[in-house]
C-alpha cells in the first residue's frame, strides 16, 4: 500500500514564526503536492513538485514555499506565519503516469497560527 | 482552466436507503478524468471511484457508481444501501491528461443515520 505520512496531525504556531510541514511517501512517487482545504472552499493547490528540486504554483502559492531536496520528501514552508494561514494542509503523491492519475493523501496537518 | 462546483453542503440518509450527490464540472480539455473522494472523521482521504471521459459506461465500485453525462458536464455519485461508515465529506475532482493538478469542488458532508 502507497503510504502518504505527514509530520503533524495538530501543530500550534505564534504569528511571525517559520514554520515547516514535512511529508515523505514511500512509493517512489514523481509527483507530490500541497493542498489547503478550508470550510467551503474544498482543497486548493498551494504547490507542486513534479520531480526533485522542480516545483511549480498552484493556485494559492502567496505566503507558502516549497522544498524537495529528495524524492520521498516535500517540504511546505511559512516563512513568516499569519493568522490566515490557519487551516488544514494535506500532502499527496501521485506516478506520473498510471493509476488513472489518481492521488494519495496522507492525513492532514491541522495548523493553528495565533 | 478547470472548475468543479458542489452545489450540496450537506446531505443527510437513513442506513439502507441510496443517496446521489451532485457534481458538474467545466473543462476545455478533450480528454480527462474525474474521481470522487471520501474523507472520513480521520481525514484520510480515499478515492471512492474514477471515470475515464471517453469511457461511455458509468464507472460502479461495489455499492457506488456514477452517473456520467459528458454533455452535461454532469458527474453524480450514487450510493447504494448507505452504511454508517459512508458517513464523510466527499469531494469530486477533475484533472487533464495534459497536467497532474486535480481540481477540486466544494465538498459535501454525508450523514447516514441509523
Known amino acids: 500500500d502507497v503510504k502518504v505520512t505527514q509530520s503533524s496531525r495538530y501543530l500550534v504556531k505564534r504569528t511571525g514564526e517559520k514554520v515547516f510541514l514535512e511529508c515523505v511517501q514511500d512509493?517512489?512517487?514523481?509527483?507530490m503536492f500541497w493542498y489547503r482545504q478550508d470550510p467551503g472552499l474544498g482543497l486548493r493547490l498551494i504547490y507542486f513538485?513534479?520531480?526533485?528540486?522542480?516545483?511549480e504554483k498552484g493556485d494559492i502559492p502567496e505566503g507558502y514555499s516549497v522544498s524537495r531536496e529528495k524524492k520521498e520528501r516535500f517540504s511546505l514552508i511559512l516563512e513568516s506565519a499569519s493568522t490566515n494561514q490557519t487551516s488544514m494542509y494535506l500532502c499527496?503523491?501521485?506516478?506520473?503516469?498510471?493509476?488513472?492519475?489518481?492521488?494519495?493523501f496522507g492525513p492532514g496537518t491541522r495548523l493553528t497560527v495565533l | 482552466a478547470q472548475t468543479v462546483t458542489q452545489s450540496q453542503p450537506e446531505m443527510s440518509v437513513q442506513e439502507a436507503e441510496t443517496v446521489t450527490l451532485s457534481c458538474t464540472y467545466d473543462?476545455?480539455?478533450?480528454?480527462?478524468?474525474l474521481f470522487w473522494y471520501k474523507q472520513p472523521p480521520s481525514r484520510q482521504m480515499i478515492l471512492v471511484i474514477r471515470?475515464?471521459?471517453?469511457?461511455?459506461q458509468n464507472a460502479t465500485e461495489n455499492r457506488f457508481s456514477v452517473n456520467f453525462q459528458k454533455a452535461a458536464k454532469s458527474f453524480s455519485l450514487k450510493i447504494s444501501d448507505s452504511q454508517l461508515g459512508d458517513t464523510a465529506m466527499y469531494f469530486c475532482?477533475?484533472?487533464?491528461?495534459?497536467?497532474?493538478?486535480?481540481?477540486f469542488g466544494e465538498g459535501t458532508q454525508l450523514t447516514v443515520n441509523p
Open positions: 512509493m517512489d512517487h514523481e509527483n
Open positions: 473543462t476545455s480539455e478533450s480528454n480527462y478524468y
Open positions: 475532482a477533475s484533472t487533464t491528461t495534459s497536467g497532474s493538478r486535480l481540481t
Open positions: 471515470q475515464e471521459a471517453y469511457k461511455q
Open positions: 513538485s513534479y520531480d526533485v528540486k522542480m516545483k
Open positions: 499527496a503523491s501521485r506516478l506520473t503516469s498510471g493509476l488513472l492519475y489518481e492521488q494519495f
